[in-house]
């Protein structure tokens, strides 16, 4: 089994990709899941209540992961849990053997949803990264929870004088990977990327370019009103329209987005979104070029 912190330490490119957590998701879908991805990424990332959909708890689904061979990434939200609850999760997963977490706010949930559950925001994120860190040292605890902490940003062109101090207050809490959220323009993400390098933040937390496999145009129209803080260019929007096959053509875009992410200094791994079919994703890690590209 690949461990996803080891191979960033060993400053290889990592690959991850979203499992689907939906309300119809058992154990037997999880591990189906897992066989699919098994021999093709490094973790696998377990959103939290993604779109606001009820799922099952995403630390009895990493453990399902951790059964089948694979290293569980385990998201945690600020909105829906008090710090108790968010505490005894973090040590919860530490118990089962989770040792990567992704600390997040947590989006909004939609308004249609009924009935909607109250947001709690106890903490805030990086209050829950600072507390996670302390667990890992708590005295009080019977044993340490051996937890590797990441967090997520989102990516964008940088105006002239930007100052990412969201970030830098996460990685001074303690985040020690960063995960963005889908950004498909190349540029955009590079000169991002570039200025935290100059701010010297990528040495001290590694970065994860989120990039999506879509199957159509409305695919990529949809993510892109319904999915906060992600960027997909009108460029991609009308390959796909134009493409016979616009499924191989969300494949190849995919593939060759990552061959670039896998050659951007600072970047040092790509998580896979595939929106509609978990299945692709070994294609489309077969079909990039990423022999030799190890993370800068």
């Known amino acids: 089994m690949k461990i996803f912190q080891d191979e960033l330490r060993k400053r290889n490119f990592v690959v991850t990709a979203e499992c689907f957590l939906k309300p119809e998701t058992d154990a037997e879908s999880i591990c189906l899941q897992a066989d699919a991805l098994r021999d093709s990424v490094d973790g696998v990332v377990l959103t939290d209540h993604q779109y606001g959909q009820m799922h099952l708890n995403t630390i009895a689904a990493a453990r ?31 118990a089962l053997g989770v040792s990567n977490v992704l600390l997040i706010r947590g989006s909004r949930m939609p308004s249609a949803l009924s009935p909607r559950p109250k947001a709690v925001m106890d903490m805030t994120v990086a209050d829950l990264i600072a507390t996670a860190s302390m667990l890992k040292t708590d005295e009080r605890l019977g044993a340490a929870a051996d937890l590797f902490i990441g967090s997520t940003m989102t990516a964008h062109s940088p105006k002239p004088g930007w100052v990412p101090e969201k970030l830098t207050r996460k990685i001074d809490a303690g985040a020690q990977f960063i995960v963005t959220h889908g950004n498909m323009d190349v540029d955009a993400l590079r000169a991002h990327v570039s200025h935290l390098i100059g701010a010297g933040l990528t040495r001290r937390a590694s970065i994860i370019a989120s990039t999506f496999i879509l199957t159509s145009a409305d695919d990529a129209r949809w993510l892109r009103e319904n999915r906060a803080n992600n960027e997909i260019p009108d460029s991609i929007v009308q390959r796909l329209e134009k493409d016979k096959d616009p499924r191989e053509e969300g494949l190849a875009i995919c593939a060759e987005h990552l061959s670039q992410l896998a050659r951007t200094p600072g970047i040092s791994g790509a998580n896979i979104i595939a929106s509609t079919d978990l299945t692709m994703v070994p294609d489309v890690v077969s079909a990039a070029d990423l022999d030799g590209a190890d993370s800068e």
């Open 64 to 94: 399902l992961v951790l059964d089948s061979g694979l290293d569980p990434i385990v998201q945690m939200s600020c909105r829906n849990r008090n710090r108790l609850a968010l505490i005894a999760d973090l040590l919860g997963a530490a």
